[in-house]
């Protein structure tokens, strides 16, 4: 099914922001990988365990009763559809899901977190941000992002610079056509009159710059794009409500691991302190259950949602996450599990021969 959605999308959508939404950096192996690593494992289920139907509910700083997949942040949702983000957005509300609107979303995060709340009054939408070099603008965000009603703040680290997306480069596709723009960067401090501010990257910024927007902001702060153990050590250190072990899907530095090769280092580390998410490469719902065994307390999803809202707008969407969760609640009652937790690492082994090594 996501399959189907996938090929409607890319028939519906100008080939350059196919590209756009599909591609990766570099030769694109951190994207393949993504997906490789989740083939690559097997689920050891529990039986006779007496656990009944399982309670999908996740509880997270920002979001006390979601569902276990949550829209990951991407950017430019009207490219996809007319509709963009505000499409997403109902979509997610009424899957109970996440939405982390992107601070690149074609839609104003005030539009966003309205759509959802027409949906669910008490929709959870959070935003995510690059933080801006440019005084002033880091803080206007915020409280635009407080303002609209988000619950949290997701802090994107993974990108010191933009990635060097090699599809873009080929289509020369580096801004968006007339009729769509970043719509949460417009009057800003800096910004051109009538004009969006370019969003910066800054390889300056430090763990004091995720001090000072803490400092700054009552709401729960995540670190997006964690893979390095000792990171996900430090953003507990530092306060941070959450990790999001990610590698941007694919998008930023080509030589990473998958991310959810990355995980159980990460799991590890944190050592339950705060929660970990994890996106990238998540096609189905026994990718959410695995990632769950491993340590992850919820899973995003970015490219998917694009599929969806671009076959069908909202509808589509709300088909990507129906799928999703419908598989990820069935597989896990048949691994025995009575709710998202309850599973442990030992359940998930490598696919092969050297599966079942450690009980031989
Ligand atoms: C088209 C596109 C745009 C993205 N834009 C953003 C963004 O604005 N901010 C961000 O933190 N991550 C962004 N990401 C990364 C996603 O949040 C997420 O890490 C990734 O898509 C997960 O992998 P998946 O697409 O395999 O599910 C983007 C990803 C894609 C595919
Ligand atoms: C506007 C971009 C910075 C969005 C992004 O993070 C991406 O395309 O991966």
């Not at 899957?95 to 009054?121: G, L, N, W, Y």
């Not at 880091?138 to 997701?154: D, N």
Request: charged letters at 20%; proline letters at 8%.
């Amino acid at each position: 099914m996501l399959g189907e959605l996938r090929e409607k999308a890319r028939a519906r959508l100008d080939p350059v922001h196919w590209d756009y939404f599909e591609g990766g950096a570099g030769a694109e192996t951190a994207l393949a990988e993504n997906l490789r690593a989740f083939a690559r494992l097997a689920l050891l289920p529990r039986v006779l365990r007496g656990a009944g139907p399982p309670d999908l509910a996740v509880r997270l700083p920002g979001a006390p009763a979601a569902g276990p997949v949550f829209v990951a942040p991407t950017a430019f949702h009207t490219l996809a559809h007319p509709e963009g983000e505000r499409a997403t957005a109902r979509a997610a509300a009424a899957a109970d899901a996440v939405m982390v609107t992107s601070m690149a979303a074609t839609t104003a995060v005030a539009d966003v977190a309205a759509a959802a709340r027409e949906v669910r009054a008490d929709a959870a939408v959070w935003f995510q941000m690059y933080l801006q070099p440019r005084a002033g603008v880091t803080e206007a965000l915020v409280r635009r992002a407080e303002q609209a009603g988000c619950t949290a703040l997701v802090v994107t680290a993974d990108s010191p610079v933009f990635g060097r997306h090699s599809r873009d480069d080929r289509n020369d596709f580096h801004r968006l056509p007339p009729g769509h723009v970043t719509q949460n960067m417009l009057g800003l401090p800096g910004a051109p009159p009538g004009r969006p501010l370019d969003i910066a990257m800054s390889p300056e910024l430090s763990w004091a710059d995720l001090r000072r927007l803490r400092a700054a902001t009552g709401l729960p702060v995540w670190v997006k794009g964690v893979l390095h153990p000792a990171d996900a050590r430090l953003a507990a250190d530092e306060g941070a409500a959450g990790v999001i072990v990610s590698n941007h899907g694919g998008r930023q530095l080509d030589a990473v691991p998958a991310a959810v090769e990355a995980l159980p280092a990460v799991a590890e580390a944190v050592g339950g302190r705060i929660p970990v998410l994890l996106d990238g490469g998540v096609r189905s719902g026994a990718d959410v259950v695995a990632a769950l065994a491993l340590g992850a307390a919820a899973v995003g999803v970015g490219r998917p949602v694009l599929w969806g809202l671009a076959a069908s707008g909202e509808a589509g969407v709300a088909q990507v996450l129906a799928e999703l969760t419908g598989q990820a609640r069935h597989v896990l009652t048949l691994c025995g599990a009575r709710d998202c937790r309850d599973l442990t690492p030992d359940q998930v082994v490598p696919r092969g021969p050297e599966g079942m090594r450690r009980w031989r």
